[in-house]
């Protein structure tokens, strides 16, 4: 029986060709032209103006707050239905996370839950756009105006998601994207940062590069760090840019696929709600009853088929534990699995995995 797994990444299209061209050159560590080129290529697909590449996803995000000036004394709200790294680069400014609730129905931030914990130490919301649906952005950027709140998207697991027409990541102060091996697009590890203002994103370039002055060398005026992306990394994304529309398409494909396929069982697939575009890079089941999410993961693994369960919300967790009555966020959290969700996936395999899924309710 072949194995199924979660995610496999596509990697066709230039990617020998600009990976070669970095070792034929010998421009293999963090100068090259595929660092620009990439930059240009993504700021362009998502509709920004620019856009800084760095070493991966969890670093973008730890660059962005640093660049917003976020530290100590500060709150910043945060789903605790969230990956991890939302939440350990928020303790790692120094800044507090305050743990908000999440929407049944999208699996997104609920944008009441927000309004419900702002204080006066609240300096910044970090809004995650999980598992490709978007946030309610037009009710998080009006909480943000309200209270002059810095905003920040997460959308590591976005790239290709739009609410209202516009991409994701051009809502916010500054965002963040992960090309981890198992994102939408990737460079193996790797990630990139958007930024509104030029002066916050003049900041992130500083902040990425050891503070270097750009006047006069080794010269370092500020305190900061090593999160540079590779020429190599960044030949591998440009050539994934390149082929993102079709990623997107096949991804999209899929998504439909299952939901056709898996109709009139006691679970739901994780539907867009609304003007929005759903980028799937998890194509996601939530059961009805939790009490069965874990039998049926066993189910699929004694069948070949790998999968993952939803995120378990992060105010559970030891270093970050927090005393709050988030139910929406410990409901899902046990209620959802990941199901196999790369675009090279062929009808067959489709086929495989509904039918496993069917097997288990009869
Ligand atoms: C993948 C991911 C990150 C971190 O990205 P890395 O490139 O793995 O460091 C951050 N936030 C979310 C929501 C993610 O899914």
Redesign the pocket.
């Known amino acids: 029986m072949e194995r199924i797994p979660v995610y496999q990444p596509r990697l066709t299209g230039n990617i020998q060709r600009y990976v070669n061209e970095c070792l034929s050159s010998g421009w293999i560590s963090s100068r090259g032209e595929f660092i620009s080129r990439f930059e240009n290529a993504f700021a362009e697909y998502v509709g920004a103006s620019a856009a800084a590449s760095v070493s991966?996803?969890?670093?973008?995000?730890h660059l962005v707050l640093e660049a917003l000036g976020i530290g100590p004394g500060d709150e910043v709200i945060v789903p605790s239905f969230?990956?991890i790294?939302?939440v350990n680069t928020i303790l790692q400014t120094g800044a507090t996370p305050v743990f908000v609730d999440s929407l049944e129905e999208t699996l997104q931030v609920d944008p009441q839950s927000i309004a419900a914990a702002i204080t006066p130490r609240t300096k910044a919301v970090m809004v995650?756009h999980?598992y490709g649906h978007p946030c309610d952005m037009d009710a998080v950027t009006r909480l943000c105006e309200e209270h002059r709140l810095l905003l920040v998207e997460?959308c590591?697991?976005a790239f290709g998601t739009r609410w209202k027409g516009r991409h994701v990541g051009t809502f916010g102060d500054a965002a963040?994207f992960?090309?981890?091996g198992n994102?939408t697009i990737t460079t193996g590890?790797?990630?990139m940062v958007l930024a509104r203002d030029d002066s916050v994103m003049e900041r992130c370039r500083r902040l990425k590069s050891q503070g270097v002055s750009p006047v006069r060398e080794y010269w370092h005026d500020m305190l900061a760090f090593n999160y540079r992306m590779t020429n190599i990394q960044a030949a591998i994304g440009l050539s994934q840019i390149e082929m993102a529309a079709e990623i997107l398409r096949d991804k999209l494909q899929l998504a439909q696929r299952y939901r056709d396929g898996l109709q009139g069982l006691p679970l739901r697939t994780h539907d867009p709600v609304g003007d929005v575009t759903h980028s799937y890079?998890m194509c996601s089941v939530i059961l009805d009853d939790p009490k069965e999410r874990d039998s049926l993961r066993q189910h699929l693994a004694e069948n070949g088929i790998e999968t993952r369960p939803f995120f378990p919300p992060a105010h559970l967790m030891p270093h970050c534990r927090a005393e709050v009555d988030l139910p929406v966020a410990e409901n899902i959290g046990s209620r959802g699995i990941n199901l196999p969700s790369f675009p090279d996936l062929v009808e067959e395999q489709i086929s495989r995995i509904c039918d496993a899924i069917k097997s288990f309710y009869r």
Request: proline share 0%.
């Open positions: 991966n996803g969890t670093v973008a995000l969230t990956y790294a939302s995650v999980l997460d590591a697991e963040t992960s090309f981890f994102k590890e790797g990630g890079w």
